[in-house]
C-alpha cells in the first residue's frame, strides 16, 4: 500500500548512515525515524550495531506534544528500510481503527 502511493516517502539508507533522523507524515499517521549509526571511521560504513528507531503518532502536533503510540527498532540495512516501511504500513492501517485525535480550535 505505502511503496505504490506517491504521496509515501521515506528517506534513503545512505541518509540515515550520515547521521540523519526523518520526520515524515502518511495522512492521520506522523513517524519520526530516528537513527543510531555507528560508522567506520575508514570506509564510512555502517557497522552491524547500527539501527534505526521509529515512532509514530497520530494527530496534528509535534512529537513533544503527542502521544507515542508506538515504537520498534530495526537494523540499518536495506533490508531494515523494507521492515521499516513494512512497519509504517501496519502501524497505519492500525490508526485507522482509532478514534480520530481531537483538533484544537
Not at 502511493?5 to 519520526?32: A, C, K, Q, V
Request: aromatic content about 14%; proline content about 5%; glycine content about 4%.
Amino acid at each position: 500500500m505505502l511503496r505504490e502511493d506517491p504521496r509515501f516517502y521515506l528517506t534513503n539508507l545512505h541518509s540515515w548512515i550520515n547521521g540523519n533522523h526523518f520526520f515524515g507524515s502518511y495522512r492521520e499517521m506522523r513517524y519520526l525515524v530516528k537513527n543510531y549509526a555507528v560508522v567506520d571511521k575508514v570506509t564510512g560504513e555502517a557497522l552491524p550495531e547500527s539501527k534505526v528507531e521509529v515512532f509514530i503518532w497520530q494527530g496534528e502536533y509535534c512529537m513533544e506534544e503527542s502521544e507515542i503510540l508506538s515504537s520498534a527498532q530495526f537494523p540499518m540495512t536495506e533490508e531494515g528500510r523494507e521492515q521499516v516501511i513494512d512497519y509504517l504500513e501496519e502501524q497505519y492501517k492500525w490508526i485507522l481503527t482509532q478514534p480520530a485525535v481531537p483538533v484544537a480550535e
